[in-house]
């Protein structure tokens, strides 16, 4: 299916600030410029979120990475090529991001992303999005569109149209954490 007007809808409300209703590597998520602080705010508004549970950002490349993280260990990048399960890596020394998308501790969870939806419109826009299941903090996460709630739906100001009825159920992605060169897996 051709995604390129979702791409184009998709980039003007990210560039206004808004928020999007798109399909990941993993999950359904609710995405906003990583680097805009009253965006990522919207996002904990959504979701009921506490505001100490970070959230997850995606990249299209190590490059990114490179950009928004100040001390990478570059060995992190050869562990990435050998998990078959996305996987997001929570990095120390965020730079860059908004405030209130770093975890207190200065960390900051991201995750690469292969699909081909979400790298166009990572590499269109240029900056990291935010990624986080489209649900209410603390109520099951939607493992495909149909199983989001109206309410999430309402409240965003896009929603994709790409795989709307793609019903093959996800899963959220794995979570390690990278220090010193050893990883420890958080969420498998």
Not at 17 to 33: E, M, N, Q, R
Not at 101 to 119: H, P, S
Not at 144 to 165: A, G, H, P
Request: neutral net charge; aromatic residues 8%.
């Amino acid at each position: 299916m051709d995604f390129s007007s979702d791409i184009e809808s998709c980039l003007t409300i990210l560039q206004q600030g808004g928020v999007i209703l798109y399909p990941t590597d993993t999950v359904w998520g609710l995405g906003c410029d990583a680097t805009n602080p009253i965006a990522v705010e919207r996002i904990f508004n959504i979701k009921k979120r506490a505001a100490e549970n970070s959230l997850i950002v995606l990249m299209a490349d190590e490059r990114d990475i490179l950009k928004y993280v100040s001390q990478v260990d570059l060995q992190v990048f050869d562990y990435l090529e050998t998990v078959v399960k996305p996987t997001t890596v929570i990095y120390e020394g965020a730079i860059g991001i908004a405030d209130n998308a770093i975890n207190k501790d200065g960390t900051v969870a991201i995750r690469l992303v292969k699909e081909d939806f979400c790298r166009h419109l990572l590499k269109r826009f240029r900056k990291p999005i935010i990624s986080t299941s489209a649900n209410i903090s603390g109520q099951p996460t939607a493992r495909n569109f149909s199983e989001i709630t109206d309410s999430i739906k309402r409240s965003v100001d896009y929603i994709v149209l790409y795989r709307q009825y793609d019903i093959s159920e996800v899963n959220p992605s794995a979570i390690v954490r990278w220090k010193s060169g050893k990883v420890e897996v958080l969420r498998s």
